[in-house]
């Protein structure tokens, strides 16, 4: 048994061996290349950064960096007969097509994402700002350094804007949506409709309102590029941001009737157009995380043109949609804001100043349909558009102080305020970009709130995505502008201010739905296909 | 801190077995016996293991190079009888009667190859070199001789057709692309998550088979599942494709042999998408296009496609911009074995253009240096290395997806030089095609970024195995192993400041880009083993017991100049400070495992193989770092008890396995993604994640039959419990969480798989022999705990399939256009609706609103369930079967072998045709010689079918296909021939050969070719704007010397 005895130690020798060189490798790996989450809500500079870029990530979700697709701003704009493209892109030609199609919400349809992707960035933004105000409730003070000033006020009031913001274009955009913030337990919420989110918005900004009252802190702007927000901008952001969100949630124009405009006026007097007025505007770094997409394609010729319906507002002798391949005469609007001249020897009229140049050659494939045709293109923020070499690199405004401006004057029009006033604020831009006749106090309700509505499609064109939408679905069906009902443009295709068949919010997208095991279902559509309700 | 324990007394228990095996061992030395073994050719055979089985594993020896041996018996044993057996792997053992004299005696031995396929020794999967007839479990094996006639392109691509149950698919044809690998079904759901573990010369290798030249390949053997690859544990659900290169052992004693292979040949397409030759637009009386004041072309008012193009315009794109493109393999062997030394070392070179004009394609260099030395008699080293460099400009844009060069190839204007489109004179490959082509501009001209970019994508890779081996007793072995695989990748992409910009419908000056991205993987695998065996009676028992541990190190950085200042510059300091953006990831994988193999053999008989492993991951989440795998396998060759008529061999198998799949490294943490500095939620952690686990038990049956006749015949049963989903969650109610890795699949599959081989003639002059291999799967989602998804490949959002409980994997989803009036009536919305008073069926067989035959208005019309549902299925993947045929003939001095293989049913969705709907580019709309009443207006197809690209019923096709896969005709030099040559010295061969690779295929598929799928994986046959697979047709001159 010696030969035993010889293996029997040879094989524990290696044995042993082995067993000290097994307990040495740590399985317990950590991944360095993203931030553990549980340890970046513990520190108060990584809070800071989580409350200061979900102002980046509302941002995306609204203008479309997120993927760099102009979702939902370009869909949203065609189905308002706003903008046209006849490019399968972003669901501009899907939602455009004349009858209208119901909108795809499909997990499987590329064009699912004119939802999907607005809804998932904006419940990023959303659940970032939650987790920041929640650090703070635990006593996490965000600031840059373990030594540095406490940002705890300016960086709370930010996140309660923020949360405005999200719920707020959920509100907007969607029928229904969850109201989640710091104090929602995870996995408890329910889909609520779009009335009860966009009063959860204002709750939010009601919010930021006061913790900004009277206040002297700044937010960094190292989150906030082309602006700086101080106590003072915050405030008066979350008010125009308050009323925007009053105006813009009704889908008709009955729920629109029933808007409480008095409380509409009282945020807006508080607005960023008055005292000192500024834009709400971001300065682009060329797309790498700071870039209005929807400017980036809404200005581009050989991909955007304005739609012919915004022609004819311009222009009252142009048909509101192309009949044939041949375009009809040259508009002449009297707006200054169109370009005017002949067209020069490649076919361009580019007059310095105005917002809508002119192109005689149309991009488009005839057998897309000749009513996306337009000659005409939006160039006011040219300089941010891929039509340049660096593009998304200046500096564009997504909410004008003019809009603020334009909602005093429907108020004040809505609630039988100061019809002069109200006249003076449209003309601000009416006569003082366009040239146009100015309105007076003795003007019709009619002219008055056509001339918003105007100065709506024309002046806040390509602004903030959405707006033309949340326009179209509410303004006025009696309303008429140079004789044009503008308010009922689509008669002859059986609609009334949209088309006949346009979705008037979207769905929940389906693959949140599919997830939340809740039946797919969409809005929209004219015969001959599947028509479903339009809201 | 991990405590192994339990691995460690795996190990233990397994040395414990084998240190047992030497209670039967001591004895004492008396009577010598020696002798000598030789080959046919009387050349000495070195390592033959010389034994008298019923004295015990103590008794024996082992042959030296020479081929000569010497062993003891104990004189207890003189005026026994005995029998006297010598062995070695790839050679038939011998054995024979002996008497032992008290005198020392002498016995010579001559032994033969194996040759036919069934004695192919197996060495995978196993506890030692086990002989094929021996086998309790499948394994897949492609020797030499079904090397030779074609040499592979790659290691993945020589298993095509040869391996039943084994499926290769060339997901892109791109030269240097490597082709997906699966072995029976799908383990998995995610896209591209089939590919079996890759073992290159014991080296776990984890970066591919792109930098492994064909040529170098001596065998490669497959372990097809849990059954059979327990022995990997965590890594081998998919099954294991082992590959061994060549070594110099089989060199003439002290001889250095020489081969060089040199292949010439050229790559082009075989069948080509049809394109559209007709048009729908207005002509003048002098044959142009009325041109309308838009710049557009105006329409017919009927929108036939049926117009002739004015004399001498119309241009077939693909057949005039893709060319035929060279390729070139230099290949150069030298082996030696003298001693104790085996030395083998090639050298390769190889080019392969592709068909893509303005690119170089892809070039590769080899080099393989293999040693076998021996230390004494007891010991022995190796080392086998793989140098591989390459360089490919087969740049991302001419690879795939949207936006890629066959995108806009396929639909380029048919009536544009895109060389110079706007006429002689201008930018040559401009980006703006002339405005009044048909159909637009947008897609953009497909060679402006080959001729612009450039591109490289630069590959080094390095595989080395280093092996000790120790044999302290015969009965004993100790190995040690220590396998590397490390790759350095560098991609550069570079568009440079000022080229033509495309984005604009007027020609700009573009601000050039910069990409460098580095890549920098690191893995090793070391191991250490003890074998031990016994012969006791007629039980022979090996046990291996093994430790193993696995590290990877991963090192990725990616930069991007999105702008540059400077041009000319392929320098990052040349790009705008503003939009340069570098990330990084860093990854370390660890994994700890051990297991034992026990193999017994009762006289050759019955067999039994008991397989325990256990495994330690730093993949596996916190909560659940351990995983044990097991593999039970037993065999009867009953032919070995009953002699039945005709039967030369008859065996029936079956066995029981687990094996695993581990997560990808990111999938276990809770983190945030960070992006230029800003945060945003990513996944929730997962700390409970476990190794997926399959079961499969598989039986089988051998038969040699007819002395001509080999058949095996599998049936193999599998389910993959915990398989990983990225299982979304609602967002909004995750505070922003948007998904979690979950164990949230059971995955079923059920393989059937056969193979015969046929000697059918076999004579000297003559030969043919063919052999059949044919495999019929289906798998199905037995259980998904999450809700039903769309899913597709990554490029294009073409997510067409739908995954819910109980579902079939491969199943197309999506709208089915109607093809009866009666079934609309299955949609809640019809209720009450005449629909026979207001829709027809039109000649296609598609329900369309009635009055709209033949108008610009006429649509099909999407089926709706009476739930309201257009989303049912509309096609499925899985073919009823798959099958190779290989066939060697050989007459006098020429070889014809041809390897046919295809499948029948399994449907495709054709992406690329719907896209071609959209731009009227497809020859499916050609109106042209249809009786009037039949004509369709372009608008039926371009917004009818091509539905914004949502998945339809128009779109799937059927997928079965015959491929001609491999052909070479080739003639050996004879020896008269051969002695005209003497030169070239002793041993000299040559060979002229004409080789085809993919040269015909059948198919009814419409495509470039119907072996698609996306993303390497077989359960997407998507097929959308892939470059497509080539045909190449070379010849290769062969000379050994």
Redesign the interface.
């Known amino acids: ?4 005895n010889r ?2 130690a ?3 020798g ?2 042993v061996l ?2 000290a ?3 040495n ?5 950590t ?8 340890r ?1 809500l513990a520190s108060g500079s ?1 809070v800071r ?2 409350i200061g ?2 102002y ?2 509302m941002f995306q979700a609204m203008q479309g960096l997120t993927d760099n697709e102009p979702l939902p701003g370009l869909a949203t704009a065609v189905m308002a007969d706003n903008m046209t493209m006849a ?2 892109n972003f669901g501009a ?2 939602n455009g ?1 004349e009858p209208r199609l119901a909108y ?1 919400n ?6 699912g ?1 004119v939802a999907s992707t607005p ?2 960035t904006l ?6 700002a ?2 920041g105000l929640s650090a703070i409730k635990r006593g996490i003070k965000p600031a840059t350094g373990k030594t540095a000033a406490d940002e705890t006020p300016q960086m709370q009031a930010f996140a309660y804007l923020i949360q405005g913001m999200a719920l707020g274009f959920e509100g907007l955009v969607f029928d229904k ?2 109201v ?1 913030d710091e104090d ?1 337990p ?4 329910v889909l609520q409709p779009y009335t009860a989110v966009s009063a959860a918005a204002l709750t939010k900004y009601d919010k930021a309102i006061a913790a900004a009252a009277g206040k002297s802190w700044t937010v960094a702007t190292e989150f906030t590029p082309g602006m700086t927000f101080t106590a003072d901008v915050v405030g008066r952001t979350a008010n125009t941001m308050a009323a925007r969100q009053l105006a813009y949630t009704p889908r008709t124009a009955a729920e629109n009737a029933a808007v409480n405009w008095g409380k509409v006026l009282q945020y807006a007097e508080k607005g960023i157009s008055t005292g000192s007025p500024f834009d709400l505007q971001i300065k682009g ?5 700071w870039g209005d997409t929807f400017k980036a394609f809404a200005d ?3 991909w955007v043109r304005t739609d012919q319906r915004v022609v004819q507002l311009a222009d009252p002798t142009q048909p509101v949609v192309y009949t ?4 009809p005469p040259q508009a002449v609007p009297a707006d200054r804001r169109w370009a005017r001249g002949t067209p020069d020897a ?2 361009f009229i580019k007059t310095p100043g105005a917002d809508f140049w002119f192109y ?9 349909g000749v009513y996306f ?1 337009s ?1 005409w293109y939006h160039a006011r923020y040219i300089t941010h558009s ?2 340049v ?2 593009y998304m ?1 200046t500096t564009v405004p997504y909410v004008l102080a003019a809009e603020n401006d334009l909602l005093i004057a429907e108020a004040l029009i809505r609630t039988n305020g100061d019809k002069a006033r109200a006249a003076s604020l449209i003309n601000k831009t009416r006569v003082g970009r366009g040239n146009l006749t100015p309105l007076t106090g003795g003007s019709s309700t009619n002219d008055l709130l056509a001339a918003i509505f105007y100065e709506r499609d024309i002046e806040l064109f390509a602004t903030g995505a959405g707006q033309a939408w949340f326009d179209r679905r509410r303004i006025d069906t009696s309303l008429t502008y140079n004789g044009l009902p503008i308010g009922n443009t689509w008669g002859f295709r059986g609609g009334n201010s949209l088309q006949k068949g346009t979705p008037r919010h979207l769905p929940v997208p389906a ?2 739905l ?4 809740i039946p797919v279902y969409t809005y929209g559509g004219a015969s ?1 296909n ?2 479903f309700p339009d809201m | 801190m991990i405590s192994f324990n339990r691995v460690g007394r795996l190990f233990a228990a397994g040395l414990a077995l084998i240190a047992s095996s030497a209670i039967a061992s001591s004895a004492q030395a008396q009577t010598v016996i020696t002798g000598r073994v030789t080959d046919a050719a009387g050349n000495g055979v070195p390592g033959v293991n010389i034994v008298i089985p019923t004295l015990g594993p103590g008794v024996g020896g082992n042959t030296k190079v020479d081929g000569t041996y010497t062993m003891t018996v104990p004189s207890s044993s003189v005026g026994q009888n005995f029998v006297i057996t010598a062995r070695r792997i790839g050679f038939a053992p011998v054995s024979r009667n002996i008497t032992i004299g008290a005198a020392a005696a002498t016995q010579n031995f001559q032994l033969s190859q194996e040759a036919s396929k069934i004695d192919d020794v197996i060495v995978t999967g196993v506890a030692e070199a086990t002989s094929a007839k021996n086998l309790t479990i499948s394994v897949g094996h492609v020797g030499a001789a079904q090397l030779k006639d074609v040499p592979a392109i790659s290691p993945a691509s020589a298993l095509a057709g040869k391996v039943a149950g084994v499926r290769v698919s060339f997901t892109q044809g791109q030269p240097g692309s490597t082709p997906a690998i699966r072995v029976r079904t799908s383990t998995n759901l995610g896209v591209g998550t089939q590919s079996p573990l890759i073992i290159i010369d014991g080296v776990i290798a984890q970066n591919g088979l792109a930098d492994i030249n064909g040529n170098d390949i001596e065998t490669i053997e497959v372990l097809k599942g849990a059954a059979s690859s327990s022995t990997y544990g965590s890594s081998a659900a998919a099954g294991v494709v082992s590959i061994t290169t060549k070594r110099g052992k089989d060199s003439p004693e002290g001889k250095v042999s020489f081969l060089t292979r040199n292949e010439f040949g050229t790559a082009s397409v075989e069948h080509y998408v049809p394109l559209l030759e007709h048009h729908p637009y207005q002509l003048n009386p002098d044959g142009s296009f009325v041109i309308s004041g838009s710049g557009t072309r105006v329409l017919k008012a009927d929108h036939y496609i049926d117009a002739n193009f004015p004399a001498g315009t119309y241009r077939d794109q693909l057949k005039e911009n893709l060319i035929d493109g060279r390729t070139v393999t230099n290949y150069a062997q030298i082996a030696l074995r003298r001693d104790n030394t085996n030395f083998s070392t090639s050298f390769s070179r190889d080019t392969d253009r592709g068909i893509l004009p303005l690119l170089r394609g892809f070039r590769r260099q080899n080099a393989r240096l293999n040693l076998d030395q021996g230390l004494g008699s007891k010991a022995d080293f190796s080392a086998a290395l793989t140098y591989g460099i390459s360089n490919n400009d087969q740049t991302p844009t001419s690879r795939a997806g949207s936006g890629s060069t066959f995108f806009s190839l396929l639909q380029a204007p048919p009536d544009v030089d895109l060389t110079y489109p706007n006429g002689p004179g201008t930018t040559k490959y401009s980006p703006v095609l002339p405005k009044a082509a048909a159909g637009g501009t947008a897609r953009g001209n497909p060679l402006l970024d080959l001729a612009q970019r450039s591109y490289n994508d630069r590959r080094e890779r390095i595989v080395a195995a280093f092996s000790a081996r120790y044999r302290p007793f015969g009965w004993l072995t100790f190995d040690g192993n220590y396998g590397t695989d490390r790759l350095n990748q560098r991609e550069t992409n570079f568009l440079d400041r000022g080229l033509v910009g495309s984005n604009t419908s007027t020609e700009n000056e573009t601000p050039g880009s910069l990409n460098l991205n580095t890549n920098n993987n690191q893995a090793s695998n070391s191991l250490i083993s003890a074998l031990g065996n016994f012969t006791l009676g007629q039980l022979h028992s090996a046990t291996r017991a093994t430790y193993q541990y696995e590290e990877e190190r991963n090192n990725n950085f990616n930069t991007l100049a999105s702008t540059l200042k400077v041009a000319s510059v392929p320098d990052l300091q040349a790009g705008d400070p503003t939009t340069l953006n570098a990330n990084s990831t860093i990854q370390t994988i660890r994994t700890i495992n051990g297991n034992v193999v026990q193999n017994l053999n009762y006289g050759d008989r019955y067999l039994v193989q008991l397989v325990g492993r256990r495994d330690a991951s730093s993949l596996f989440g916190s909560a659940n770092r351990r995983a044990n795998y097991y593999g039970l396998s037993g065999a009867w060759r009953i032919s070995e008890d009953f002699k039945i008529p005709g039967f030369q061999e008859l065996k029936i198998r079956a066995a029981k396995g687990t094996a695993g799949l581990r997560p990808n490294f990111e999938y276990q943490y809770e983190t945030y993604s960070v992006f230029a500095g800003t945060l945003s939620k990513n996944t929730v952690g997962n700390k409970n994640l476990e190794p997926a686990l399959q079961t499969e038990t598989e039986v089988g049956l051998n038969a040699t039959f007819l002395n001509r006749f080999d058949l095996e015949y599998v049936k193999s049963d599998r389910h993959t419990e915990g398989a990983f989903l990225l299982v979304p969650l609602s967002l909004a109610q995750a505070g922003g969480f948007t998904a979690q890795y979950q164990n949230a699949a059971r995955i079923g599959g059920r393989t059937f798989e056969g193979s015969l081989n046929a000697r059918v003639i076999e004579r000297q002059n003559l030969s043919y022999n063919f052999t059949l291999t044919a495999e019929r799967s289906r798998q199905k989602i037995d259980q998904l705990n999450r809700a039903a998804f769309r899913v597709g490949s990554t490029s294009q959002n073409q997510n067409v399939f739908y995954y819910r409980n109980g579902e079939q994997l491969g199943v197309i989803y999506g709208q089915r256009w109607a093809r009866s009036i009666a079934e609309l009536g299955d949609n809640p919305l019809n209720a009450g609706v005449d629909l026979n008073a207001k829709y027809e069926v039109n000649d296609d067989g598609y329900v369309v609103l009635k009055g709209t035959r033949g108008k610009t208005t006429e649509r099909p019309i999407a089926y709706v369930d009476s739930k309201g549902n257009n989303n049912v299925k509309i096609g499925d993947v899985n073919p009823d079967y798959t099958f190779g045929l290989a066939n060697t003939l050989r007459f006098a001095g020429f070889t014809v072998y041809g390897l046919l293989d295809g499948t029948r049913g399994g449907q495709i969705y054709n992406f690329t045709r719907q896209w071609m709907y959209q731009d009227r580019r497809h020859a499916f709309l050609d109106q042209t010689g249809k009786p009037a009443e039949n004509k369709k207006a372009l608008d039926y197809y371009s917004i009818g079918f091509y539905n914004a690209l949502e998945p339809n019923s128009e779109f799937v096709e059927d997928g079965s296909y015959v491929k001609l896969r491999e052909l070479s005709l080739s003639y050996n030099f004879g020896q008269s021939l051969l002695n005209s040559m003497r030169f070239l010295g002793v041993g000299r061969s040559v060979k002229v050969a004409l080789i085809g690779r993919n040269l015909k295929t059948w198919t009814n598929y419409s495509g470039f070719d119907p072996e698609s799928s996306s993303n390497g994986d077989f359960n997407f046959r998507i097929d959308g704007f892939r470059y497509p697979s080539f045909r190449q047709l070379t010849g290769q001159i062969e000379i050994g010397f």
């Open positions: 048994m010696n030969l035993r293996i029997g040879l094989a524990g290696i044995g082995m067993l060189g097994a307990c490798p740590d399985l317990n790996v991944n360095p290349n993203q931030p553990d989450v549980a970046a990584d950064s989580l870029s979900s980046n990530t490019y399968g030609r899907f097509q795809n499909s997990s499987a349809a590329g064009d994402r809804y998932n419940y990023g933004a959303l659940g970032a939650n987790d949506g969850f989640v929602t995870v996995g408890t919420a770094d060329g797309g790498n995380t581009l010729e050989s044939s391949v041949t375009p490649d076919g005689k050659d149309i991009p488009y494939d005839p057998a897309r045709f000659q891929y039509e070499d660096d690199l693959r949140e599919e997830t939340l095991g001959p599947p028509v």
